[in-house]
């Protein structure tokens, strides 16, 4: 046997990763697709790379040395049941089989029990950054055992984008942790995306300017702390001219967006922990709503503000750069929010499953090589080694001054959107989430009283211990209940 690594599924994403691998000092790839014309492709097309092409899973497993190490790139869901179990069929206690798909997290935390049951390692990792984070580096989040890292560990780094000398890649926590972390990453990528398009939708409707001049904002946003390179493609994009027909690209894209679950799997797993993820879950519902063509057929005609109400929008060329700046820094709070929401996801996560996930640490991976890198994860990184417990990531030191910096700008920029009837969800749900930690009491007492009155489920009460029921169906006294809620 002459590799040491090998992939299972050679599409878009496998064949890259195989790539990278076999660019790099040391490696000999193993490779094998179900369908072989895409392993005979890859080793016709790149002469150069260490490639051992395998026909059958046989094969495959033979031409590995032990421990046994194997990254499956395939379709999530059957195909990957379809792949270990036939890797399992090949394969010796002590080997390791990596799933670099986007499985749900569940399914990996099923999956590694399974696979343990027979002595083999099983590891999910999450891969961020497209086609081309998998051909240059992508970021890493792997699960999985710690025996496993240890042979895992030093290929994964040789491959992982690196950032600021560190590679991004760590092991992320046992079994499906690292799947977990991904899923969350791309929630915060819904959000990130979300926001950007909000900024740029009242950034065209309020100045009047082309998607050309905005991206020219864009381009100056990212020399500053909004530097990320969702930022910079969102320029590259707005700057784009049709060929066809001469317009911006932007105006003759279908405004309806598509998505492939992760985001929505974000929220339901957020629902579930009883995490407010609002403005991750408002991005995905934002991108719902686009995609209800029929529905927003109907809508067209429904009331916007009058015209009387002295609430038409538009800023003067005076006003322009005053109320471009009141959009960024509308984006940067609110950013900081759905970051905020995610990592407190990711900790509540832990906490239901068991995993010791160093927070910080995952800032870091996420610098380079995933669709959310940006400067401004080193922030979050910093916060967490000032406070490794931090119970809420916008509360330290740093985010605090920026929120307040920040929040006079968000708030005129949330009350002018609706008074002039722009759809702005993920700005005014993050301020109101914002405002929601932020307050002293919160009308929560009043549905309690609510569901005291109508299901008993009692209420306690702020100047005693105890749980409360008042008998509103009889005199109206109140009495100490058992705890049932
Ligand atoms: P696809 O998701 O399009 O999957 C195609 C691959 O799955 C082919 O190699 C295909 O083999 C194989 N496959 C299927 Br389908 N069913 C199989 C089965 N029953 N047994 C064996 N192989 C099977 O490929 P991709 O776009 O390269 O993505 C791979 C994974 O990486 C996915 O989980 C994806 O979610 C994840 N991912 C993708 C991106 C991205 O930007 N595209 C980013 C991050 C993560 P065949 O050639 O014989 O049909």
Redo the contacts with the bound molecule.
Sequence with gaps: PSANIGVV??????SNLARNLASREGNTVAIF???SD?TEHLVQAHPEAEFVPAFSYEDFADSLHKPRTAII????G??TD??IDALVNVFEPGDIIVD???ALFTDTIRREKAVRETGINFVGAG??G??EGALLGPSIMPGGSDESWVTLGPILKSIAAIAEGEPCVTHVGHDGAGHFVKMVHNGIEYADMQLIAEAYDLIRRGTGRTPAEIADVFAEWNTGELESYLIEITAEVLRQTDAATGLPLVDVILDQAGAKGTGAWTVQTALDLGVPVSGIAEAVFARSLSSHPEQRAVSRELPGPSASSGTEFGVTAQDAETFIEDVRLALYASKIVAYSQGFDEIRAGAAQYGWTIDLGAIAKIWRGGCIIRAQFLNRISDAYAQTPDLPVLLTAPYFVEALGRAQDSWRRIVSTAAAAGIPAPAFSSSLSYYDGLRAERLPAALVQGQRDFFGAHTYKRIDKEGTFHTLWSGDRTEIEAEDTH
């Design positions: 599924g050679l599409a878009v994403m496998g697709n179900r369908s895409k790139m395939v379709k999530a059957k195909g379809a792949v670099g798909g986007n891969i961020s497209g086609e």
